[in-house]
């Protein structure tokens, strides 16, 4: 008996109430998109410049393999799972394989939860997180980073919602926001929210949820005003059910830009032949045609780099 995807699983599960049945292709950034197509890996060649800056002697968390944790398993275009259940797509996992390919390992990808990327980073459990994981002041005091797209996020709310416009801090006062617990954008909502507080406007409330089906039922139901979020999953879901509508778009390092990045442990020598992996895949095409084929081409970098500023900073 054939196992359903969970990917389909969770959607259908988050869609019960709409009757809409899932589309075989989505169109996203105006790049159409095929789950079916994607499930073909895109692989790189060695890099010889970025091998030969392998730290001699480097113990890799399993031998020979670049061992990478992605979290977020059902947040397409970034993660989901293909039909066995248990190989993870996206194009996270695309450039884990690129990067992977370009170092001369092979690529051993954990599925974790967000939570746990950090500690497993920092204890050497994971050679990388490539989680959509943005460049912060904070994080780069215990991490190195090796940039490879552009951060930017969504507000997203019910297509029928009166809500026309959030894109600066009076436009969350009062309002529930779904949004992920330590990342870069709820940073964002707190700052926002004690500069409104400070201005006597009514808080906004925090809702997070550990699913995408708890977040769509949330904020289709009425118990959430608005969701923020990386602004790909938004388009995505937008464009499969017509169900929520993006009302706004704040870069991920507000006020100022910030990137996603490679996350590696700080010192241990992998940031540069990472860094030199990615810039050789740039160069090469591989690069685009992952992002392309998610969708995610509007968030292409021109270069990568190590530790640029980020959110803080």
Known sequence: MKKTPLFTVALLSSLLFSGISLAEEVKVNGQGISVEANKTPINAPKNPDAIAKLPAGHRFAVPGKFTVAIAGLNNPPLTLFSDDNKTVLGSEADIARLVADSLGLQLNIVSTSWEDWPLGVASGKYDAAISNVTVTRERKEKFDFATYRKDSLGFYVKSTSNIQSIDKAADIAGLRIIVGSGTNQEA???AWDKENQAKGLKPFT????KDD???????QS???DAYFGPNVIGAWKAALTGKTKLVGSVDGGWPKAAHIAVTLKKGNGLVEP???ALNGLIKSGEYDKVLNRWGEGVERLDRSEINPPGLGD
């Open 206 to 209: 925090p809702i997070y949820t």
């Open 274 to 276: 990472v860094n030199i």
């Open 188 to 190: 964002i909502l707190l």
């Open 213 to 219: 089906a708890a977040q769509t039922l949330a904020l």
């Open 222 to 224: 009425g118990r959430a």
